[in-house]
């Protein structure tokens, strides 16, 4: 946001940054499933936050929880302040990995193998390392908050999240 005093009439660009409150409704969303954080964290630091929480991150175990994720994804894209600088972020962190043996690919929260995937086309493909700075393949989940679909990524890259909320009493 720019500011202007009225005094001096002088410009000063402030970044607006709102408290998280990842899974309340507090921008009009309504109850949601998976909480968005738009902030940018590594994986291992969005797995972190979401469990400080006491939360996991997002993990879809069927087609209709992925649609409910990417669905969440996209309305607290449309109505959380802090969104409008993750447009050109299309990706979001998801709880899998499979760093622990190649292509079995295990949920964050227990190390469970993952019995559902929607992964894109030619996907995952687990390019080598970027360099000596970054050592890791691509060894972790993303998902695509316009499509829905799956992509394995660097845990070093900085994206927005999605924690499982706690289920809400009817």
């Known amino acids: 946001a720019v500011v202007s005093t009225q005094s001096t009439g002088e410009r000063i660009d402030v970044e607006v940054v709102v408290p998280e409150a990842t899974c309340e409704d507090v921008y009009g969303v309504g109850h949601v499933v998976f909480g968005a954080t738009w902030a940018f964290r590594n994986w291992t630091e969005a797995v972190e936050d979401?469990?400080?929480?006491?939360?996991?991150?997002?993990?879809?175990?069927?087609?209709?929880?992925?649609?409910?994720?990417?669905?969440d994804l996209e309305k607290s894209f449309l109505t959380h302040p802090n969104a409008a600088k993750f447009a050109h972020e299309n990706w979001c962190w998801l709880g899998a990995s499979d760093e622990e043996e190649?292509?079995?690919?295990?949920?964050?929260?227990?190390?469970?193998?993952?019995?559902?995937?929607?992964?894109?086309?030619?996907?995952?493909?687990?390019?080598?390392?970027v360099d000596e700075t970054f050592p890791e393949s691509q060894n972790v989940a993303?998902?695509?908050?316009?499509?829905?679909?799956?992509?394995?990524?660097?845990?070093?890259?900085?994206?927005?999240?999605?924690?499982?909320c706690a289920p809400q009493d009817k």
Not at 51 to 71: H, I, T, V, W, Y
Not at 104 to 123: C, G, P, T
């Open 142 to 164: 993303g998902i695509h908050r316009g499509t829905g679909r799956w992509d394995d990524s660097y845990k070093h890259y900085q994206r927005p999240y999605a924690c499982l």
């Open 102 to 129: 190649e292509d079995v690919w295990r949920a964050s929260l227990d190390n469970s193998i993952l019995e559902y995937y929607n992964w894109d086309k030619k996907q995952p493909d687990n390019k080598p390392a």
């Open 50 to 71: 979401c469990a400080s929480k006491g939360l996991e991150l997002a993990m879809p175990k069927n087609d209709a929880e992925n649609e409910e994720l990417r669905a």
